[in-house]
């Protein structure tokens, strides 16, 4: 429950439009701000940070219970993470009510600043004195990082990378019982994969006793582990659900016949003859990965258990960064930036962004026409393990980026898309509306694509009279094609139909032209031109330009 504490008509105002996106709440008067500190996990407090502080000073006893406090100003420009960043969750809810509220979020904790919650943000448990590794980052000392396997880790600022001699302070990454020199913090990744399998009323205790001793005995972490797993048939056994309550990890079922495909060091007739796959706990924790046994299958008198640790997926993100307003870049953007190891792009794009990148994240650049390197440097680093960001402007997906790398890509790693703003899309916005019924992109740049195909869907698209939007329109070496485009639609459509001319959408310079087919002037338009010609139907209304939806006009 979150607790809304207002003083004034104004912050009663501002708490009504959170209330609808950050359900469940409840309102408070300031009066009675001590029964929601009593009842919620935490509160946003329409009062100056002064007021809070006077008011919850005597309440305030531990950070790892007192609820998260965020402040409000009345006019809701601030968010302030008062009290609980981290572990009360006010770093987060002032981020959520700055998004509702337009607000900024001011959050001051020093982890934040060093980027050292990025790692908060893979959601992994974190062991050890992170109080004093932070320090240590903070002060500029040096901190050592030593890890298992290459995970796919967003940068990590002032750490020095060392395979063998591990200094305090340092950062570990394992999922084994470790003793490092301290302070120390250790992010337990989740590699270990537990198989399950038990006879009918296998008792909870003693699958738990049979899993926790294999852990021990293996010198692993329980925090390492991602999920329990068995075979469908035992995916309601109450031991076995109960144990990964217990051990607060998701249980999956896998199907009979998809672990009887899994080879393994001890398979069993009788085992087969039971549930239909002559393994059960081996094969499904061996199942689906790239992956070792690391503890082979061991009995209790009514269960079995087997570990395999799963060796770690890089990950890409392809990332459109929009058509260059900071603010048509979506936060999901930025909050893959952050989250990456290796930023690969076009130099001036990435320029752009760079104040978002998390600090020490690895920026591989390279100019315009080595798409081909940059999509194999992006998916390289993936294959090697690694988070990457390969980002373009607008949609990396539209003429841009992710088809070359995803074309390269294999299954090794996984991959996330991340829509942006394309130019057709900021250039609309800007004309009004011509994009309100059927609508076709075309490249004009005929560098990897021959002229003929080009002409082709150009004439198909006057055939069809839908409304085109040309990127790549001209350039230096190109100045015919556009012209010649033009002169295909108008051979279907009235020379008084509507053209937009954006040079520069949401950039400075930007430049909005609407003129008509007759009137284009190809003298104004550039390699960071769009030029979006109207259907046969689309009309200039009170200057702007309006493609109807229907397919009558009136
Ligand atoms: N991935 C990009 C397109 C890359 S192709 C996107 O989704 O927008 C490059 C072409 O896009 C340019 O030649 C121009 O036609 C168009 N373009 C890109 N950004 C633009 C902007 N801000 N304003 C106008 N046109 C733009």
């Excluded at 249980?251 to 998809?258: H, I, M, N, R, S």
Aim: hydrophobic share 50%; aromatic share 2%; with cysteine.
């Amino acid at each position: 429950m979150i607790g809304l504490v207002t003083a004034t008509a104004s912050g009663r105002r501002l708490a009504d439009r959170l209330a609808a996106s950050l359900a469940p709440v409840r309102s408070y008067p300031v009066g009675e701000i001590d029964r929601a500190w009593a009842e919620c996990e935490r509160l946003v407090c329409f009062l100056a940070t002064g007021a809070t502080v006077r008011l919850l000073a005597r309440r305030l006893t531990d950070k790892h219970t007192d609820p998260g406090v965020v402040c409000v100003d009345e006019a809701g420009r601030y968010a302030v993470a008062l009290i609980g960043g981290h572990a009360g969750g006010a770093n987060a809810l002032a981020r959520r009510v700055s998004a509702v509220l337009g607000a900024e979020p001011v959050v001051t904790t020093a982890s934040d600043v060093t980027g050292l919650t990025a790692l908060d943000s893979l959601g992994w448990p974190v062991e050890g004195d992170v109080a004093a590794v932070t320090a240590a980052l903070l002060d500029g000392r040096r901190v050592t990082l030593a890890a298992d396997a290459i995970w796919p880790l967003p940068a990590l600022p002032v750490v020095e990378v060392v395979v063998a001699e591990l200094g305090a302070p340092c950062l570990v990454v394992t999922d084994r019982l470790v003793a490092p020199p301290r302070p120390a913090v250790v992010l337990r990744p989740p590699s270990l994969v537990v198989g399950v399998g038990a006879s009918r009323g296998a008792p909870a205790a003693e699958v738990l006793e049979l899993v926790r001793g294999a852990l021990a005995e293996a010198g692993l972490a329980e925090a390492s582990i991602r999920h329990l797993a068995t075979v469908a048939a035992k995916a309601d056994e109450p031991g076995i659900v109960a144990a990964a309550a217990e051990l607060a990890r998701p249980l999956v079922a896998q199907p009979a016949d998809a672990l009887a495909a899994v080879a393994v060091p001890h398979p069993s007739d009788v085992v087969r003859a039971a549930v239909g796959t002559p393994s059960v706990a081996e094969a499904a924790a061996l199942l689906g990965g790239n992956a070792d046994l690391v503890v082979a299958k061991r009995k209790s008198a009514t269960a079995t258990v087997a570990i395999a640790r799963h060796r770690p997926r890089g990950r890409l993100a392809v990332v459109g960064l929009g058509p260059g307003a900071r603010d048509l870049l979506t936060p999901r953007a930025a909050a893959e930036l952050r989250r990456a190891g290796v930023i690969v792009g076009l130099d001036r794009y990435v320029e752009q962004i760079r104040d978002l990148l998390p600090p020490g994240a690895q920026v591989l650049v390279s100019g315009i026409g080595a798409e081909e390197e940059r999509a194999r440097a992006a998916v390289d680093h993936a294959r090697a393990g690694r988070a990457v960001a390969l980002v373009g402007s607008g949609d990396a997906g539209v003429y841009a980026m992710a088809s070359p790398a995803l074309e390269l890509a294999d299954g090794s790693f996984d991959v996330v898309g991340v829509p942006g703003v394309t130019a057709a899309l900021a250039a609309a916005a800007l004309l009004g509306a011509p994009l309100g019924h059927d609508h076709v992109a075309i490249s004009l740049s005929d560098l990897h694509t021959p002229w003929e195909a080009i002409e082709r869907r150009v004439s198909a698209a006057a055939e069809g009279d839908l409304v085109v939007t040309f990127y790549n329109p001209r350039s230096r070496g190109r100045d015919w094609q556009l012209a010649k485009a033009l002169g295909i639609l108008a051979g279907h459509r009235p020379t008084t139909t509507p053209v937009g001319v954006v040079t520069d959408a949401s950039r400075p310079g930007e430049q909005v032209d609407l003129t008509t087919l007759a009137d284009v002037d190809p003298a104004r338009v550039g390699m960071t031109t769009v030029v979006v010609v109207g259907s046969s139907q689309t009309r200039t209304v009170a200057g702007r330009m309006v493609t109807p939806r229907g397919y009558r006009w009136g």
